[in-house]
């Protein structure tokens, strides 16, 4: 009731969010949108190895005060009521994502776009066990089809100059973590993680995303 008040309260809000409470989710629910600079801290490991960086605190609004309401560019879809007429408007959930990830970002990106923004509202919470369905699959399967939708993601949001240069990133990243495995294990079995940036590294030298979780190789 107390996230419907606050959106029919105020017509600059297209969609509210409530805090997620849950092991982790206070770095994971709220994020800024994606940028080359985000894109670039991920790959080259900046984030886990120095895991409270100031630009990476910037990007999950860890450096705010999160007892107070405030816009956030892009909360997880996993909470988030938005304006029946707003999502109309903008057609919903992309089914170009399908079956999973990114469609909340696009979906964010293009509330922004139409003029309106999204509220954090701390005062309500619900509970959120993430990573679940993650950990379910095969890293081989999931981390292609993540990076599949992060381009469809910037394909429609980013210039062509930026997404030529996040899949140089992107590509860097993986070839560097499968590098890395002749030394380390990592967070999943050898084997597994070497399909997957096998696979990064295949998508976006432009010859298809092969996870078995899309219906379709190609971007």
């Known amino acids: 009731h107390r996230l419907l008040s606050a959106l029919d309260g105020d017509a600059r809000l297209g969609a509210v969010a409530p805090a997620l409470v849950g092991?982790?989710?206070?770095?994971?629910?709220?994020?800024?949108?994606?940028?080359?600079?985000?894109?670039?801290?991920?790959?080259?490991?900046?984030?886990?190895?120095?895991?409270?960086?100031?630009?990476?605190?910037?990007?999950?609004?860890?450096?705010?005060?999160?007892?107070?309401?405030f816009d956030v560019e892009q909360p997880a879809a996993a909470a988030l009521l938005v304006k029946r007429s707003l999502f109309d408007e903008l057609g919903g959930f992309d089914d170009a994502f399908v079956p999973a990830w990114f469609e909340d970002v696009d979906l964010c990106a293009r509330i922004w776009k139409s003029g309106r923004s999204i509220g954090y509202l701390p005062a309500v919470q619900a509970t959120h066990v993430g990573g679940t369905t993650m950990e379910a699959l095969p890293y081989r399967d999931f981390?292609?089809?993540?990076?599949?939708?992060?381009?469809?993601?910037?394909?429609?949001?980013?210039?062509?100059?930026?997404?030529?240069?996040?899949?140089?990133?992107?590509?860097?990243?993986?070839?560097?973590?499968?590098l890395l495995l002749a030394v380390t294990k990592g967070d999943h079995g050898r084997g597994d993680a070497a399909h997957a940036y096998l696979r990064v590294l295949r998508g976006v030298s432009g010859l298809g995303w092969r996870t078995a979780l899309a219906t379709t190789e190609r971007s």
């Open 23 to 69: 092991p982790g989710q206070e770095r994971f629910q709220l994020r800024r949108l994606p940028t080359l600079g985000s894109l670039l801290r991920e790959a080259a490991l900046v984030n886990r190895v120095r895991p409270e960086n100031r630009r990476f605190r910037h990007e999950r609004y860890l450096d705010v005060d999160r007892g107070e309401p």
């Open 143 to 178: 981390l292609p089809l993540y990076t599949r939708n992060l381009f469809r993601y910037l394909a429609r949001h980013a210039p062509a100059g930026q997404r030529a240069l996040a899949r140089l990133i992107v590509g860097g990243g993986a070839l560097a973590r499968l």
